[in-house]
């Protein structure tokens, strides 16, 4: 079993009000760096105000499919994360899982997000496009 890695200090990385494209591109492949060593990754939020739509789009949906993860939830855990903060990461993650089905051809195999919230919904879209 991967022991799981020092938590990432979101602050640190990208300020009190997390915006740019860039910058979540940096955390992005951070957390993927962590992922190949641990199981699961910390993202620490403490003292964090604010994340754009945008920054959680390039952030997490990126990070999701070019990893082929599942759910964000099966391997970070948003630690100290604001109501709002988890607002803004689970409706940018939700708005990518009704927009497409991937089939993630790089790594040679298939791979159908599923989202947190709904996930018996999005299991219908599914079987119909099947």
């Given at each position: 079993?991967?022991?799981?890695?020092?938590?990432?200090?979101?602050?640190?990385?990208?300020?009190?009000?997390?915006k740019s494209r860039f910058?979540?591109?940096?955390?992005?492949?951070?957390?993927?760096?962590?992922?190949?060593?641990?199981?699961?990754?910390?993202?620490?939020f403490k003292g964090v105000?604010?994340?754009?739509?945008?920054?959680?789009?390039?952030?997490?949906?990126?990070?999701?499919?070019?990893?082929?993860?599942?759910?964000?939830?099966?391997?970070?855990?948003?630690?100290?994360?604001?109501?709002?903060?988890?607002?803004?990461?689970?409706?940018?993650?939700?708005?990518?899982?009704?927009?497409?089905?991937?089939?993630?051809?790089?790594?040679?195999?298939?791979?159908?997000?599923?989202?947190?919230?709904?996930?018996?919904?999005?299991?219908?879209?599914?079987?119909?496009?099947?």
């Amino acid at each position: 079993m991967l022991k799981e890695a020092t938590p990432i200090i979101f602050r640190d990385l990208a300020g009190i009000n997390a915006k740019s494209r860039f910058s979540a591109a940096n955390i992005r492949r951070r957390i993927a760096s962590r992922l190949s060593v641990s199981e699961r990754v910390v993202i620490d939020f403490k003292g964090v105000q604010t994340i754009s739509r945008d920054f959680a789009e390039e952030c997490f949906i990126k990070l999701q499919s070019q990893n082929c993860i599942v759910e964000i939830s099966q391997v970070a855990e948003l630690r100290n994360a604001s109501p709002y903060i988890h607002t803004i990461v689970s409706s940018a993650l939700n708005k990518a899982y009704l927009e497409v089905i991937v089939k993630h051809k790089d790594l040679k195999k298939d791979c159908y997000f599923v989202v947190d919230q709904k996930p018996s919904d999005f299991r219908k879209i599914l079987e119909n496009q099947l």
